[in-house]
């Protein structure tokens, strides 16, 4: 039968008049005899764009891309054929400044590298320069020091989850995290002095003890934070965009994520249960009760969930360190590392020697090498450090998990739309300090 | 609390892995080798120069053109299984004379074993040691990055280049112990030739083609790129 399709007038058309009884124009399909007929698709309008690939460009200065990363895309329509990342608009050479730095003066860089971790990469730094140094931290010490790691892991978790929630294109969430992030700075603000760029830690101790009613302000903020996460967790794990923005994408087997290198929650959404704070423990880790958790499919939404349950097990784990604190020292007592107190200093000639040479000079450890890794927010973070035994490192080097974790975004946004690229790259966690260094 | 993921309590390590222990109070040098090296030398014999324990981890030393064979046999063997490859450096000593050492810290995930594989590159020599991308695929890009701050060329690498430093970076590499703190060029050349940079050509060549591209560009900008202009990332 013969069709064909126009559009009446609205006063010749009884249907054409909308609730409010305003007139409105309907198009209308009708056989040669007036009755009508079903709606053919119509007509392709556009020209074939099959097999013209596009190139597209994302930043470096973007807000999605989390930083100075810029991405050079190869779209098929809307799809990603391939994808050519670039990095080290943000290098700043912190390997080769180190190499003229004694110890203690590494540390001002390690804030500066993944700074949203700013006080677990002082004591991964720490810990290293320990390790050459062949000393044990204090018992106080480890558990300040465990205290500051997770501190700072739920406030890079949320970090990610509020900025992550922004990319999806939801904004609540990212005020409630980054209010909850305020208290955490407070708390890093109320110990030491200073917020985003601590450096907590000195080799051989901490730069200053907690003070007076610390303690209470952090039990204060383990009570009220749980609250928050289940707030966010009640918002967006059942939420039909989130979950529709995030499942089956960037999807890494098991194998696949070994294979690539990645860590931290990135690999654990892929179901491989390695945690550096359970396989190769630190600061007597082994010691604390927490769960690991791990996903099962290794999308977004896995990488998602990790995070979210590891900001819960974060809290377990401040709640059993502010139990089991420990009164005492917070320096250990080696002369080669710590500095004579102040008071000696000033009065005595022998601490006025000490402290002039380890300040001029610097601890000095012996021949030798360590690579210590600990679990960041973003994964293993590793520092390698070579001694010749003076006073400043051989080689310092930072094995950087947003590093490896974003060489797989090729793989990883391979096939999936060029919106879907935001979301992954938001669920790798980069921090391009780190990434450039 | 969401249910669609487990909670584990052990690390992917298999069940007969030795516990967890924190390594505390090391000695300086010896201890506990690592079981992997004396495999090793049973495997290699005397492509592995030297095994000692630093601080509580085990060194290998092997010889640079056997460094991918005895990083492979370690990633297959089914007793070794180290399958996830930490990182890739290189260090240089202050010591004019002592050569180059290309770096692999591996690890065995089911095996709770950590190895480190030093390759020496004697520093007169080409700087060229075999690529294990072909292993680990996370080797990209931190080959990469060792290449662009040490010169060591990773052989069989797909696609090495520069990746922190642009690439017309012509200083040299950084990271060398003759490279001074401040770079090799003046602040004034340094500075001529940011501002001499051109933001335009930011696209290499290979990007240009993905959309026939550049075809598309002004003629001017066409006949600069043609000459070889890559000046900005």
Known sequence: ?437 | MSDSFELQYPGSALGNAPAPVSPSNVPNRGGEVNPSAAALREQFGDAISRVEVVWGDTNVYVRPDRALDVIRWLHDDPTQRYDYLSDVTAVEYRDADFPIEVIWHLRSLPFRRFLRVKAQLEKNAPLEVTSVWSIYKCADWLERECFDMFGIKFVGHPDLRRILMWEQYREGFPLRKDFPLRGRFSRAEQLRQALAANPEARYSMEELSIADAFEDLPTEMRSRLRGGERTGE
Not at chain 1, 122 to 128: P, R, T
Not at chain 1, 132 to 158: D, N, Q, Y
Not at chain 1, 245 to 265: C, F, H, K, Q, Y
């Open chain 1, 1 to 437: 039968m013969a069709t064909q399709k126009r559009t009446v007038d609205v006063a010749l058309s009884t249907t054409g008049v909308d609730a409010q009884g305003r007139p409105q124009r309907v198009p209308l399909v009708t056989a040669d005899d007036g009755s009508p007929v079903a709606v053919e698709a119509p007509p392709m309008m556009e020209p074939d764009l099959a097999g013209e690939h596009m190139l597209i460009n994302i930043g470096p200065q973007h807000p999605a891309t989390h930083g100075v990363l810029r991405l050079v895309l190869e779209l098929d329509g809307e799809t990603v054929v391939r994808c050519i990342p670039h990095v080290g608009y943000l290098h700043c050479g912190f390997e080769k400044l180190g190499e003229y730095r004694q110890y203690n003066q590494i540390l001002p860089l390690t804030d500066r590298e993944d700074y949203l971790n700013a006080m677990g990469n002082n004591v991964g730094m720490v810990l290293g320069a320990e390790r050459l140094f062949g000393i044990e931290p204090t018992e106080r010490c480890k558990v300040l020091r465990v205290i500051a790691c997770e501190l700072s892991r739920i406030a890079s978790h949320l970090v990610w989850l509020g900025t992550t929630c922004i990319d999806i294109g939801a904004f609540t969430p990212f005020l409630w995290a980054f209010q909850q992030r305020e208290y955490i700075y407070n708390l890093i603000e109320s110990w030491v002095g200073a917020r985003l760029t601590p450096t907590i830690t000195r080799v051989g101790g901490l730069a200053a003890d907690i003070p007076d009613g610390w303690l209470q302000n952090l039990r204060t903020f383990i009570a009220k934070f749980p609250a928050t996460v289940d707030e966010i967790d009640k918002m967006l794990t059942k939420n039909g965009i989130w979950v529709g923005r995030t499942i089956g994408l960037g999807v890494m087997t098991a194998d696949e994520a070994i294979n690539w290198g990645l860590s931290g929650p990135m690999l654990r959404a892929s179901g491989v249960a390695y945690d550096v704070r359970k396989d190769f423990p630190y600061y007597d880790y082994e010691t604390y009760d927490f769960d690991v958790p791990i996903g099962t499919n290794g999308d977004v939404y896995d990488r998602y969930l990790v995070r979210m349950e590891e900001m819960r097990q974060s809290v377990r784990i401040l709640q059993q360190a502010a139990d089991r604190l420990p009164d005492g020292p917070i320096n250990v007592d080696d002369p080669r590392v710590i500095l004579p107190n102040k008071s000696k200093a000033t009065s005595e000639m022998e601490s006025m020697i000490h402290h002039f040479k380890l300040v001029m000079e610097g601890p000095r450890p012996p021949l030798g090498e360590a690579y210590v890794a600990m679990e960041s927010p973003k994964g293993e973070k590793g520092y390698y450090m070579v001694s010749d035994g003076t006073s400043k490192p051989v080689r310092w080097r930072i094995r950087p998990p947003s590093f490896v974790n974003l060489s797989a975004i090729p793989k990883m946004v391979e096939g999936h739309l060029l919106s879907d690229v935001i979301a992954i790259n938001a669920s790798i966690d980069i921090v391009m300090g780190e990434i450039d260094r």
